[in-house]
């Protein structure tokens, strides 16, 4: 489970970075004495949108939501599954388990305290589960109550991690839309800084042209 939180958490670190431009082209047009007019209109080449469009992020979280699992196939990141289903798989392992002890605690439970005080369920002692019959009718509330608390726990995390499924589909598809063109560079500049007034090694990052 920690792997699936660290990793998501990881992933939502990361803003997206959107370009919009905008590019002017000269069109012909013919007019009624078919004499031609030459005006600038803007044709816009928004690459973000385009991108959106192309992967969508709301197919990808709706997919997920309605299947784990779903989104990261939509997004291509196959390797992604197992960590899901691993996850999810291990919630549900330990619900099936909390919920069996607790069952069987509570029955060991209502028998005892049916016999000390009403003298009834005698016949059903038997059935008690072999490693509970030695523990007390103290010790069997207790082992109930904490069951019945993991319980609750491990639906929670199920239905968080489902959560965390989606967030990470979503994600994912919003990054296929990062601009990882040419026109994005990252440099390191010694020099004066006037921001910090002092010399040192500076980041410069250019974004278009």
């Known amino acids: 489970m920690r792997i699936v939180f660290s990793f998501v958490f990881f992933l939502i670190l990361f803003s997206v970075v959107s370009l919009h431009a905008q590019e002017k082209e000269p069109v012909v047009i013919s007019t009624k004495d078919s004499v031609p007019v030459i005006k600038n209109t803007v044709a816009s080449g928004n690459r973000y949108d385009s991108a959106i469009k192309a992967h969508s992020p709301k197919k990808a979280a709706l997919r997920s939501a309605i299947l784990p699992g779903l989104g990261q196939i939509y997004n291509k990141k196959y390797w992604k599954l197992p960590i899901i289903y691993g996850a999810l798989g291990t919630c549900t392992g330990i619900f099936f388990y ?107 990052m250019k974004i278009g042209k």
Request: positive net charge; charged residues 25%.
């Open 98 to 204: 909390n919920l069996g002890n607790y069952k069987d605690t509570r029955f060991a439970y209502r028998v005892k305290y049916n016999m000390r005080v009403n003298g009834t369920d005698s016949a059903l002692f038997s059935q008690i589960k072999s490693k509970l019959k030695p523990l007390d009718e103290e010790s069997l509330r207790y082992y109930r109550n904490q069951f019945r608390r993991d319980i609750d726990y491990s639906a929670l995390f199920f239905i968080l991690l489902w959560g965390l499924n989606v967030v990470d589909a979503t994600v994912d598809a919003h990054l296929k839309s990062f601009d990882v063109s040419p026109e994005l560079s990252l440099q390191f500049k010694p020099g004066y800084s006037e921001l910090a007034r002092t010399n040192g090694l500076s980041i410069v």
